[in-house]
DNA sequence: ACGTGTGAACCGATTCACAGCA
DNA sequence: TGCTGTGAATCGGTTCACACGT
């Protein structure tokens, strides 16, 4: 197989791959800024608590993208990577949930960085409807329908209270949305051809104190 | 096997085995607090994306909880799940950069409710040391060594810039931190005897970029 | 010689079917 | 009868060793 193919991929992977992409690109992106020309998948994963083999294996998955006996240009491999993404393009996202969660990601500098734009906000408190936020105007959440569609935006941050999730979701996936990035702490019940990514921190929270508390304080 | 016994478990599970009592637990709490006495694995797992043999083979390596014909209590199951990961005891968390997100998440229910308490904040920033945020005064990092082991916490939440965010976990570690909540999207280097869970928005939206890109729209 | 790419072997997690008990 | 608890089977992801190409 000489020619890069992302559509048929010769076997199956697991999302886990296409996470490990993302923290492979993101590590990519370091490395480039540090004036790093080329890298060895030995290299490139020595601090990413992920074998050497399983990083070759991801990327076999999509093509052939190194050197042998050379190693990976890491321009040209952040690019690739991006393209499998499908991050090479600009992607719209909505927010509903001015509080202080998503004030902040209104901020945050690893989205806007990059092609993922926050572009709409929503919010339901009269008091913050029409004041602008970080350059954006909030919205009346009630607008989310029409606004939706007429900006073709098919991805949305949830960062609205527990109790709220879910009436919210069922708003964004009755105005097309496909891709929610859930920030309350509910599990959200959805159509199977939305995706659903939960950014759970409690969870994280408990697990990591799981293993402390068995570690004996 | 009669007897619960949490400390040798029968076989060895997975993380995702502790992830996912976390959510049964909040699933519990929400269950609780609508009235509902009795759940069958069946019922809780419907709205979870978790098969029911799942669930029980989850709690089979901590021990019965179960009523067979019947169900499980509610309650006494939540307060037994607690048990086993150890928030049944407070936990004392200091949380490192008062930006944005640091900000919200001092002001999150999802953590105060329960026993994880942000009981000390530290940042670098002049302006914010010594003064006061969601009721708690803003320290100095430099402070954080004598602080940490004064009061005894081992749990530090992560909110700084990428760029800082070893650094600081490296002060940490020094100051006797054992558990690492990063919220900075870079791979954090730690000993092994220190535990780090990365909240990784940018990694979650990409993933869920790629489901999007691929469905095509 | 060196590092990539990958089929095959391995390992571990999930699933399943049913035994066990209320 | 109904639902839990679990060993055995299955499935899928990771690891490994080595062939391949430069």
């Given at each position: 197989m000489k020619k890069t193919n992302y559509t048929k991929s010769k076997k199956s992977f697991s999302p886990e791959t296409i996470r490990r992409l993302s923290l492979y690109l993101r590590n990519l992106r370091g490395l480039k800024q540090r004036g790093v020309k080329i890298v060895s998948s030995e290299e490139i994963t020595r601090f990413l608590n992920i074998s050497s083999p399983?990083?070759?294996k991801d990327l076999s998955y999509f093509g052939e993208f190194g050197k042998r006996g050379v190693g990976y240009e890491v321009d040209k491999l952040a690019q690739e990577i991006e393209k499998i993404l499908g991050i090479n393009k600009e992607w719209k996202i909505a927010l509903v949930g001015v509080g202080g969660l998503g004030s902040a990601l209104l901020k945050f500098p690893g989205f806007s960085k990059f092609n993922e734009k926050i572009t709409v906000?929503?919010?339901?408190d009269a008091g913050k409807i029409n004041k602008v936020k970080s350059g954006i105007k909030i919205q009346d959440?009630?607008?989310i329908q029409q606004t939706l569609s007429k900006k073709n935006i098919k991805i949305v941050m949830i960062c609205v209270s527990p109790e709220n999730a879910q009436e919210?979701?069922?708003k964004a996936i009755k105005a097309n949305a496909r891709a929610i990035l859930n920030f309350a702490p509910v599990s959200l019940k959805v159509p199977k051809n939305v995706y659903v990514a939960n950014v759970d921190m409690?969870?994280?929270l408990e697990t990591l104190i799981y293993f402390l508390n068995k570690s004996g304080i």
């Open positions: 399983q990083f070759r906000v929503f919010d339901n959440i009630n607008e919210i979701a069922d409690s969870c994280e």
